[in-house]
């Protein structure tokens, strides 16, 4: 059977995928922050997940205001990197995995979660930054993608509390596939951050560090934070942060923390990363 062997957590800056694709990762501003991915980086190449359900939000890329999915799941064989303003980034084409993911689309609508199934669409630095993070800059991904497209742009976002149940879900749905795959979840965005009005540039490196901590262990406290705590505490994209809820609720009861990074600052936010496992 198919198993969820790992969570990873990023955040997914956009101005990192910049500094991969032109070489400047060991510059004086982006050394200290990629340093803390070269543990992971290892890790991955020894665990050499099959499939990654990598749940992310686009930024008005494939969707806009004409269609607003609160949850969708690709479905399709394929994904390019969209062009955001200034080319599509120079890095390999994302390749999904129809079976599994169908699979769980099917799971999860018949557990009550109505997902939008996507069968076409271009994937933004939410999807690619977080696999240049952990994987670098080879010629092919070396994992499959079932991305998970949530929307934390557009007021009405889905709360905390339900992204956590769809993790639970997706669990459920990845362990009733019966082709022995090893999966890996991933939950991007965040940190603490506010691009624009007033408070561009709001940083809370104490939340978000109370929030690193509260990923790891058998609480559940993170489920219950309220939309305006995300607002209040972290600034207007902070909320991207419910994202890292649905990996974590794909974990089961209980995770272990495997690896902990978290470093300001890192373009107009934090960089906050973690690898955890099940613990039970
Ligand atoms: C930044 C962070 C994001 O999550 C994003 O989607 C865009 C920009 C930033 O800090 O620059
Ligand atoms: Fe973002």
């Known amino acids: 059977m198919a198993r969820i062997t790992a ?3 990023t955040s997914h800056v ?11 990762t060991g510059d ?33 890329s494939a969707f806009d205001m004409k269609i ?41 609508i018949l557990d009550d979660f109505d997902m939008t199934i996507i069968n076409e669409m271009d994937v ?16 092919a991904w070396p994992v499959k993608i079932i991305p998970i497209a949530v929307n934390v742009v557009t007021y009405p976002v889905p709360s905390g509390n339900r992204c956590w149940l769809l993790g639970e879900a997706i ?26 009005g007033p408070r561009a540039g709001l940083i809370n490196a104490e939340w978000d560090n109370s929030f690193l901590d509260g990923m790891i262990g058998e609480s559940d406290a993170l489920r219950n934070i309220p939309h305006i705590e995300y607002l209040r505490e972290t600034g207007s994209e902070g909320i991207e942060m419910v994202m ?11 995770t272990r923390c495997l690896h902990r990074h978290y470093h300001v600052p890192c373009s107009n936010t934090a960089i906050g990363h973690l690898v955890l496992e099940p613990a039970e």
Request: net charge negative.
């Open 244 to 254: 890292w809820l649905i990996m974590r609720g794909a974990l089961g009861r209980k």
């Open 7 to 9: 969570g990873v957590a």
């Open 68 to 108: 607003i999915p609160t949850f969708a799941i690709g479905c399709g064989e394929r994904y390019k990197p969209a062009d955001e303003g200034w080319g599509p980034r120079p890095v390999p084409e994302v390749i999904g995995h129809p079976d599994l993911a169908w699979h769980i689309a099917q799971s999860l």
């Open 171 to 196: 669990r459920r749905a990845v362990q009733s596939f019966p082709e022995d795959l090893n999966v890996q979840v991933w939950g991007t965005g965040g940190m603490s951050h506010q691009l624009q």
């Open 14 to 24: 956009p101005l990192l995928g910049v500094a991969v694709d032109q070489g400047k």
């Open 28 to 60: 004086a501003y982006f050394k200290p922050i990629f340093d803390g991915y070269e543990w992971t980086k290892r890790w991955e190449a020894e665990q050499k997940p099959d499939v990654i359900v990598l749940v992310y939000n686009d930024h008005a």
């Open 124 to 139: 933004d630095h939410g999807l690619t930054v977080p696999l240049s993070m952990m994987f670098g800059t080879p010629a």
